[in-house]
């Protein structure tokens, strides 16, 4: 059975910090593209950042620089450390793991996140 469990979600002043944290089980994670998604009240979920079992991220580009994705392949966690938040980061955060070959991708049951201005 595939789990991602997401934790790490809150409420934040704007210019703070999170670090959300996705374990994952039943799934080999080097199989697996992981992602942090987002979605906002009214809109459609969006990507966040992605990184490879190797380290190869991707970001938005509204978090670049911002953001942060990391792993632990030992754990199967991967990371998303969240710096100079603003109100519009605010969204429920999910978790997924996207398989390298085929259209499978799991989801977690995601985090809630604030940034209040």
């Known amino acids: 059975q595939v789990q991602l469990v997401e934790s790490g979600g809150g409420l934040v002043q704007a210019g703070g910090s999170l670090r959300l944290s996705c374990a994952a089980s039943?799934?080999?994670?080097?199989?697996?593209?992981m992602g942090w998604h987002r979605q906002a009240p009214g809109k459609q979920r969006e990507l966040v950042a992605t990184i490879t079992s190797s380290g190869v991220t991707n970001y938005a580009d509204s978090v670049k620089g911002r953001f942060t994705i990391s792993n632990d392949n030992a754990k199967n966690t991967v990371y998303l450390q969240m710096n100079s938040l603003k109100a519009e980061d605010t969204a429920v955060y999910y978790c997924a793991a996207h398989h390298v070959r085929r259209s499978v991708t799991y989801w977690g049951q995601g985090t809630q996140v604030t940034v209040s201005s």
């Open positions: 039943g799934i080999q994670f080097r199989l697996y593209v």
